[in-house]
């Protein structure tokens, strides 16, 4: 008994152990196994008369059990893509809230899946606690959703042309003058919000997209002509300008005076809504303490959104 003891610890012990060793140890486990737990003068193996191969599958599978993982927590956060906000799922650039995401929900031990799909169907499927969060939510957009105390992001909308068009944002009054492309489900502003719904049926002064890249088709169809005016935030815009190489094809033709805040929005009907709320937002105040927030934003070249933004007017 004793010998069998320290041929294991040994060979437990030893960092150097190739893994064709392997079934020597397993041998001296098994052994230790039986002559600790089964006796090999009890009824049960004289019963059976196990074969050595028999002894080995059952050692086997015992070891098997207790080496298989517990399954961890997951959560599931849900957008269309909306870089640099969130972007394509397990690529480089998933987008600076589902990259912060991951790193205070990993630290606790909770995986993080994240999809994207339309935008309207990730608030009807979070709403009705399919997935856990929908990411980039405005409170207006999410109702009754469960919402961090820490925002993730602070917007102006800014409307965008193709480059050489003279129009300029005025108010609600000018852009009765142009047709407006924006996208399905997304919340603006309560006055606009309210002329994309009279106007949703009328594809000379309203054309909506949907998908899962939206705001891709939005800028194709501006590059083309086929409508005169987009509006989004302009972090958003330029980003999805600059990858599809029209950068230089558009300018910005004004923003919006009032800011939106932005969130990972928790689902009404998932009971750890408010624990995961609270992780998150303790969380994102760390990061912003010790320097991690602006080291994950400067990824996507973007600073903390509480500081002052420039706008892409103002650089210029």
Not at 90 to 105: H, K, L, P, T, W
Not at 263 to 278: E, L
Not at 282 to 293: N, S
Request: proline share 4%; with cysteine; net charge neutral.
């Amino acid at each position: 008994m004793t010998k069998e003891l320290n041929c294991v610890e040994q060979t437990l012990k030893s960092p150097d152990v190739p893994f064709v060793n392997g079934r020597a140890c397993l041998k001296q486990i098994f052994r230790l196994f039986l002559y600790a737990v089964i006796p090999l003068k009890t009824g049960i193996l004289r019963i059976f008369k196990l074969t050595d191969s028999m002894k080995y599958f059952i050692v086997f599978c015992f070891i098997l059990v207790l080496a298989t993982p517990c399954h961890a927590e997951t959560i599931t956060i849900v957008a269309d893509e909306w870089p640099p906000f969130n972007g394509k799922a397990n690529s480089q650039f998933e987008g600076y809230m589902v990259d912060i995401a991951r790193i205070i929900f990993e630290a606790r031990g909770i995986e993080v899946k994240y999809i994207t799909m339309p935008w309207k169907r990730a608030i009807a499927g979070t709403e009705q606690g399919i997935y856990t969060a929908a990411i980039g939510a405005s409170k207006t957009d999410a109702v009754g959703f469960v919402f961090p105390e820490e925002e993730m992001a602070r917007n102006k909308l800014a409307f965008y042309v193709k480059k050489g068009n003279s129009w300029k944002f005025n108010g609600v009054e000018s852009i009765q003058q142009i047709t407006l492309g924006v996208i399905a489900g997304y919340d603006y502003r309560r006055w606009l919000n309210d002329y994309i719904k009279e106007n949703s049926n009328n594809a000379d002064k309203v054309q909506i997209l949907t998908g899962d890249v939206p705001l891709q088709r939005s800028l194709q169809r501006l590059v083309l002509n086929r409508i005169d005016v987009i509006v989004d935030t302009e972090a958003a815009i330029l980003w999805e300008a600059k990858r599809l190489g029209f950068a230089d094809d558009i300018e910005c033709a004004g923003y919006g005076n009032e800011p939106s805040f932005c969130y990972i929005a928790f689902s009404p009907k998932t009971t750890n809504s408010p624990v995961y709320a609270k992780i998150l937002s303790d969380g994102i105040a760390q990061l912003r303490a010790d320097g991690k927030l602006q080291h994950i934003l400067e990824k996507y070249g973007l600073t903390d959104w509480r500081q002052p933004q420039a706008t892409a007017a103002e650089s210029r």
